[in-house]
Structure formats: structure tokens, C-alpha cells
């Protein structure tokens, strides 16, 4: 059988057509609810790091994120002209990127972020990230967890109490865009301040989960590292213990899944295109 000419260029011209389309990419955990500061630190002056994260999840064959926003505090009087730096780190749920089986320092590394991040993008870094901030007034928390952050048998602490400062939103442009294959997330911001300070990324209200499979945060430092804890199992504690999101947006786009009427064209474009060549 010949194949006509015109009869494949229609073919061709019918694959084409069919686009790899992408679609608006958001998620968002909610406006701070006044229960929980996390400290969250890029290390500094001598002042060691600490990482807060709370999870996210992709679903389709590849997400781009393009921006993000989060809600924290500035304590006490300092103001946004002390910020310095900003970055955002991806983990993925351990025991990817991570050493398993994990060294018992903590009560549990099971929905833990992973060891080590999957990526990073920096303020500091040309043409990874840029940022703004915008006071949004006094803010006061019921508790926080700043110093409190050690491995077993001493994780539980309570939390160290309110803190009162400025609410800050931060508003994130991935100058280099974070591509995500579908998975379980969690977002880590983090903030240097010039004076000194250590600035506390907000909590929201978690009830009901925003997905199935939702966790509550983790918090980590340099001393706890790789380990985690859950801010609101392991360090405060109680009957029954408190869980955390904090609160944070993300926003994209999406690339679906090729379409059935795309493959199936692809699948007869190269059966023509095979008969084509055997003549």
C-alpha cells in the first residue's frame, strides 16, 4: 500500500495540532492563625541554621513552580529593613536523599522531609531568586520554637511561649523556575536578618487536611541535623499533642499526562511513517 503524500502531511499536520498544553499551578495552606512560630534561619554571624517544613504535593507529569509566598514574624522591633536574604529549599519525604535505616536520635523519621534537600534557590545566588516584603502590622503568637530543638530524650519541650513582633508577607519570584515531577514536597523557606534576630515562619490551621496524606511541619537545626522533630508531637506535646501547617502559597503552571488523542495520532503518524520508508 502507497501512502499519499497529502494524506500524511495531513497526519503530521493533525499531531501538531494537537497541543502540549499547560495549565495554572497553585496551592496554598491559609493566613497565619496566631498558635505557632518556627524559627527558620540561614546561618549567620555565628547564629547556626535552622529549617522549618511544611508538605505540598504535584500530581501531573511535570509542575513548574514559578512564585511563592509566605507569612512570618519579625520579633520584637525589628522591621523589614533588616532582612537580608531569602531562600527556598524542596525535600522530598524521607528516606529519599537520605541515609536509611536513620541513627535514632529522634522519635521517628517516618513522613520526615529527607536528609539532605533536592534543591535550592538563593537570593544570594544571580539569577535564582528575587523577593519583596511587605509589614503587615503587629502580630503576636501564642508560642514558638526557637532554642528548643534537641534530639531524645529531651525533644519535648512544650515550646518557648509567645512571641509578639512585626507580620511580614514575603512574596518569591523563582528567577530559575523549581520542575517537579509528581510527588510528596515540603517547602522550606528561610530568612537572614542583618541584626541579629531570627526571623519565625506563621503557622495556619490545619483542620480538615489540605490533601490526602497532608502532614504537619518538621523543624530541624544544625545540631539536630540530619534528623527532624514535629513542632507540635515532639516538642510541645500534650493530650493530644497539637499539629501544625504553616502558612505559605506556591503557583506555576502544570504539563498533564500526553492526551489519548495525541497518542493514538503519534501511534498512526509512525505507522505511516515506517510504511513510508519500507517502500
Not at 73 to 97: C, H, K
Request: glycine content about 8%; charged content about 15%.
Amino acid at each position: 500500500m502507497k501512502l499519499c503524500r497529502c494524506t500524511y502531511s495531513a497526519v503530521v499536520m493533525a499531531v501538531m495540532a494537537v497541543p502540549a498544553w499547560s495549565a495554572p499551578f497553585s496551592f496554598m495552606t491559609g493566613l497565619p492563625d496566631g498558635r505557632m512560630a518556627a524559627a527558620d534561619r540561614i546561618p549567620s554571624g555565628g547564629l547556626i541554621e535552622i529549617e522549618a517544613a511544611d508538605d505540598f504535593i504535584t500530581m501531573q507529569n511535570l509542575t513548574t513552580l514559578t512564585s511563592a509566598s509566605f507569612w512570618g514574624l519579625l520579633p520584637g522591633s525589628t522591621g523589614v529593613g533588616s532582612i537580608a536574604q531569602v531562600d527556598v529549599e524542596i525535600y522530598r519525604v524521607f528516606p529519599n536523599d537520605s541515609v536509611n535505616p536513620p541513627d535514632g536520635r529522634v522519635p521517628t523519621r517516618v513522613n520526615s522531609p529527607s536528609d539532605n534537600a533536592l534543591t535550592v534557590r538563593d537570593s544570594a545566588v544571580a539569577g535564582e531568586l528575587t523577593f519583596t516584603a511587605t509589614s503587615l502590622g503587629v502580630f503576636n503568637t501564642a508560642n514558638s520554637v526557637l532554642n528548643g530543638i534537641h534530639p531524645i530524650p529531651g525533644q519535648t519541650t512544650g515550646g518557648e511561649g509567645p512571641v509578639l513582633g512585626t507580620e511580614v508577607r514575603f512574596d518569591v519570584n523563582f528567577v530559575t523556575p523549581f520542575d517537579l515531577p509528581p510527588d510528596h514536597y515540603f517547602f522550606v523557606p528561610q530568612v537572614r536578618l542583618t541584626n541579629g534576630s531570627t526571623f519565625y515562619w506563621l503557622s495556619t490551621g490545619n483542620n480538615p487536611p489540605l490533601f490526602t496524606g497532608d502532614l504537619q511541619a518538621w523543624i530541624r537545626n544544625t545540631n539536630l541535623d540530619p534528623n527532624w522533630l514535629r513542632i507540635g508531637t515532639d516538642i510541645v506535646d500534650g493530650s493530644p499533642a497539637p499539629t501544625f501547617d504553616m502558612s505559605f502559597s506556591i503557583a506555576g503552571t502544570t504539563v498533564p499526562e500526553p492526551s489519548t488523542l495525541a497518542l493514538w495520532f503519534g501511534g498512526i503518524s509512525s505507522l505511516f511513517l515506517r510504511r513510508r520508508l519500507r517502500r
